[in-house]
């Protein structure tokens, strides 16, 4: 069992579909994140998640949606995206102690393509 | 604005060569620096982590340094091998956000190795 595992691996839409990214830590960590990889732009980091509670937004637009109902479970919610929104979306997890830097673990990623 | 930039963009290789991997950052005021390694339409896997009081880690062939003063971080690759092709991100933290802990990453845009049989 890996320690970030995302579902699904692959995900084709419509922009009026509404669909959801699933992740999910076996690693104990108390924080969730959400980056974007576009192709020839470095990750951008989306949403984080510290003990199930939001603390940072990096200016994504309203059509994703985040939810962390644990600190285990992670998604993104998405809903009338643009073909634009098409890339590899990860999310990765680590156990952040206040004040000193913790490795950070990613999933496989969903490679998501909206048509 | 944290910039963090990967310099070359992509690096082809005889296998058995060893060769560097440079990374550079605006912003010298880090936690840590990590790096990463993603094969094509993968996630990442992740190679070493240096924080900031530390100069630099082993892991194997591999051997990341850091230099926080003048913003650079070099991965050294040691004996090359065809199985290390893939490309390799270079990521510092932002820093402890007010109020949560949280230590996310800024990303360069990595190089992509090619290891050459």
């Known amino acids: 069992e890996t320690g970030v595992t995302q579902t699904p691996r692959h995900l084709v839409m419509g922009m009026t579909n509404k669909k959801s990214l699933k992740c999910e830590q076996h690693?104990?960590?108390?924080?969730m994140y959400w980056y974007k990889q576009s192709a020839k732009k470095p990750l951008e980091l989306m949403f984080v998640?510290?003990?199930?509670?939001?603390?940072e937004n990096n200016s994504v637009p309203s059509r994703f949606s985040p939810e962390c109902p644990n600190s285990s479970h992670l998604f993104l919610h998405l809903h009338t995206l643009q073909p634009e929104d098409s890339a590899l979306y990860l999310c990765?997890?680590?156990?952040?102690?206040?004040?000193?830097?913790?490795?950070?673990?990613f999933g496989q990623g969903t490679r998501l393509t909206v048509v | 604005k944290q910039e963090v930039t990967q310099i070359p963009a992509a690096l082809s290789v005889p296998e058995g060569e060893n060769l560097v991997l440079n990374c550079s950052f605006t912003?010298?005021?880090?936690?840590?620096l990590q790096w990463f390694r993603q094969d094509p339409g993968k996630g990442l896997t992740s190679l070493l982590l240096?924080?900031?009081?530390?100069r630099e880690q082993t892991s194997g062939r591999l051997n990341a340094s850091l230099d926080k003063s003048s913003g650079r971080s070099t991965l050294y690759i040691a004996a090359s091998q065809p199985g290390d092709s893939a490309t390799y991100l270079c990521?510092?933290?932002?820093?402890?956000?007010?109020?949560?802990?949280?230590?996310?990453?800024?990303f360069g845009k990595g190089t992509r190795l090619s290891v050459i049989a």
């Open positions: 990765a997890s680590s156990q952040d102690r206040g004040g000193e830097g913790t490795e950070a673990f």
């Open positions: 998640y510290n003990f199930k509670e939001q603390t």
């Open positions: 990521a510092v933290s932002l820093g402890v956000l007010p109020n949560s802990g949280n230590t996310p990453l800024v």
């Open positions: 240096i924080q900031s009081s530390q």
């Open positions: 690693l104990g960590h108390n924080a």
């Open positions: 912003d010298s005021a880090i936690y840590n």
